[in-house]
């Protein structure tokens, strides 16, 4: 079946960047997907990508894709206090329903 | 901006009892979708529908029924709480590829 997998924590210092990384299984995911989870609060779409592209970038947040590894990073430029939160990647399925698999977030903090 | 709302935020109910969570959405969205949220676990989808009157199980639909009589409501019905349900509840629409929109979330405590 489909997996999303991502490293559970990750620190940084305010104005570093950020970078978090995330691997998947379906092969045949068509868009992927990068949400914020704040304390408290739903998860906030951040950025997608279909997968016959390898990068986009939207603002200070680059996603890049690498399909033969199934590999998706999110990139966050000049990383401040506010970016702390849970991030979570996801994959679409194939069922033609934008059903999502997501992965487990990973834990930003970010210390000034 | 999709706007999705839920009934409550935060909600306790008895073992037993039977619970009712609203989620509207005012995007005219064809798809609607109920996650469970859980530490370790992470997100798991329960049920969505695309479809007014039309649903479909997700991974854990066990405990759960769901209602759409309306395209901008999808309801979570837990016929008979227990204590294993609780949990943040997620509801979440969508139009085909351009991801999902969550609203806020029900802590649902079942004692």
């Known amino acids: 079946g489909e997996d999303v997998e991502q490293s559970l924590f990750l620190s940084v210092r305010e104005g570093d960047s950020s970078v978090i990384n995330c691997t998947y299984t379906?092969?045949?995911?068509?868009?992927l997907y990068w949400y914020k989870q704040e304390p408290g609060a739903g998860l906030q779409l951040l950025t997608y990508i279909f997968s016959n592209m390898d990068m986009k970038q939207d603002q200070r947040l680059t996603v890049l894709l690498n399909k033969k590894d199934k590999h998706l990073s999110l990139r966050i430029a000049d990383t401040q206090t506010g970016d702390s939160a849970i991030y979570f990647c996801a994959e679409s399925s194939n069922s033609g329903y934008s059903t999502l698999t997501f992965g487990k977030g990973t834990m930003l903090l970010v210390s000034p | 901006d999709v706007k999705v709302t839920q009934s409550s935020r935060y909600l306790v109910k008895r073992t037993g009892e039977k619970v009712f969570l609203e989620c509207v959405q005012d995007?005219?969205?064809?798809?609607m979708f109920w996650y469970r949220q859980d530490p370790g676990l992470g997100l798991r989808l329960i049920y969505f529908s695309y479809d007014v009157k039309m649903k479909e199980k997700g991974d854990i639909p066990e405990g759960y029924s769901v209602s759409r009589e309306k395209k901008e409501r999808f309801s979570l019905i837990l016929e008979s709480a227990s204590t294993n349900q609780t949990s943040m509840y997620l509801c979440?629409?969508?139009?085909?590829?351009?991801?999902?929109?969550f609203g806020p979330g029900t802590r649902l405590t079942v004692t």
């Open positions: 995007m005219d969205h064809e798809n």
């Open positions: 379906d092969s045949s995911s068509t868009y």
């Open positions: 979440a629409s969508s139009l085909r590829y351009d991801g999902l929109h």
